[in-house]
């Protein structure tokens, strides 16, 4: 980012640490009911409720028996071309070009970009966050290269130490005979440490990270104007926060290995703006959060969910590396990506238009009784777990999915050492989102087996 650093780093703003966006959402909707989002397709997908409620799944299988992508002319994000299809979505995330990521078009969830009339009532700048996932060639190559080398295979046997030290020490410290929430002890706990790592960040401010992740992956929370000063106000002390340790990084004498000091020395990112610098935060920060995080909860409910394939885990830690790809087939932590039609475009006999919005749902592709047999069901020796689609596919295929897929492994592998058996003893809360798919509570007590 262009800026002049001083001779001595600055102190770290003040940052607030709440409320937090679920419940700032949920008082919102409280006192205004009327803001509820209305659905009324049968077959639309942005409704929060039946991820919250766990029910999405009859939908997607009727939507699915009826063809791999449907037109949705009614929702409160607008109208849409919903893809359900595995195959579907492989081919349009093949097609770059014509099926943009740009920011500029929209970028990368349901989110409508906000009208001139609505830009003019907020009074505000348009307010949107450039980020290489949101971005179509040649922008996103230079972008994407600036932190791809922390993620290849050498740079994830250079991290298994400190990740399976971290995870173990982590483990070792959890109670037993008593009833715990598994996301906030281990799920949260083991992924704002890992981002910590990446980004340099202080330790003891590691949880802010997953505060801001909450706050900028909610779309429900992006549609409601009266909480847009209070959402931007915490992204923008995000971007003060990073902004200090920017201007730090520019005077080690060495650079260092960590992804600031690696945009600082990329000539595609250290020219960002600073919409720019905060939107590539918000997509680590979401991205490393929520993959790992709710894949992690994600697992333990599904190993409590169906016991033949926690006794297939406990007796053969052989089948991990597989139920890695499996647990991420079933979780499939961000349900959706966007792109926007380019040109005219006829995919397995529809026509999209110019300007038409596709909503990809990579939760239904994942569960698509075609390709993964009996999807619902957990299975760790899955012989095509691999071809899940949870990262996505294509030149936006997640650039963090080897250290998400090592981070399980990890998890898994220091459980079975330990002989850990997770039962769920307690309250189940999920997500109650359209965009991230994941779990808020879920408590447990921990066992041998």
Not at 148 to 177: C, H, N, Q, V, Y
């Amino acid at each position: 980012m262009a800026t002049v650093a001083p001779p001595t780093p600055q102190a770290r703003p003040e940052v607030r640490t709440s409320p937090t966006a679920y419940k700032a959402l949920t008082e919102h909707f409280k006192q205004h009911p009327e803001d509820v989002p209305v659905h009324t397709h049968k077959w639309d997908l942005s409704r929060s409720d039946i991820y919250f409620e766990d029910k999405w799944q009859p939908i997607v299988a009727e939507m699915q028996k009826a063809g791999p992508l449907h037109y949705i002319d009614d929702s409160p994000f607008g109208p849409y071309w919903s893809v359900v299809g595995h195959k579907a979505i492989q081919h349009i995330e093949a097609l770059p070009e014509t099926f943009s990521s740009s920011w500029e078009h929209g970028g990368i969830t349901i989110l409508d970009r906000l009208s001139d009339e609505e830009v003019a009532e907020t009074g505000a700048d348009r307010r949107e966050l450039p980020m290489f996932i949101a971005m179509d060639r040649p922008q996103h190559t230079g972008q994407r290269r600036t932190v791809a080398p922390k993620f290849t295979p050498s740079g994830m046997k250079e991290m298994e130490p400190e990740i399976r030290k971290r995870t173990g020490e982590l483990l070792d410290t959890l109670p037993r005979g008593e009833v715990f929430d598994w996301v906030d002890k281990v799920s949260i706990e083991l992924t704002t440490g890992m981002l910590a790592i990446l980004f340099g960040f202080p330790w003891e401010d590691r949880r802010l990270l997953t505060f801001w992740s909450d706050w900028a992956g909610d779309t429900e929370l992006a549609t409601v104007r009266e909480l847009d000063e209070m959402r931007w106000g915490f992204l923008h002390e995000m971007a003060a926060y990073f902004q200090t340790l920017w201007i730090e990084r520019t005077q080690d004498k060495e650079p260092g290995n960590d992804l600031i000091s690696m945009m600082i020395h990329s000539e595609a990112m250290n020219q960002m703006r600073p919409e720019e610098f905060m939107g590539n935060l918000i997509l680590l920060i979401v991205g490393g959060n929520d993959t790992t995080r709710n894949s992690m909860s994600g697992f333990v409910h599904a190993l409590d969910k169906f016991p033949d394939q926690r006794k297939a885990f406990e007796q053969d830690p052989d089948v991990i590396p597989n139920a890695v790809q499996e647990m991420l087939r079933m979780q499939t932590p961000l349900a959706h990506m966007r792109r926007t039609c380019t040109e005219d475009s006829e995919v397995f006999g529809k026509t999209i238009k110019k300007g038409e919005k596709v909503i990809m749902w990579y939760l239904a592709a994942n569960h698509e009784e075609e390709i993964f047999p009996d999807p619902h069901t957990l299975d760790l020796n899955r012989d095509n777990a691999k071809r899940h689609i949870a990262f996505g596919y294509g030149i936006h295929r997640c650039v963090g999915a080897r250290l998400a897929e090592l981070q399980l492994r990890i998890l898994l592998e220091e459980m079975h050492k330990r002989r850990m058996r997770v039962h769920v003893a307690g309250d189940v809360e999920r997500v109650r989102a359209n965009f991230v798919h994941g779990f808020r509570k879920l408590e447990v007590e921990i066992t041998e087996f």
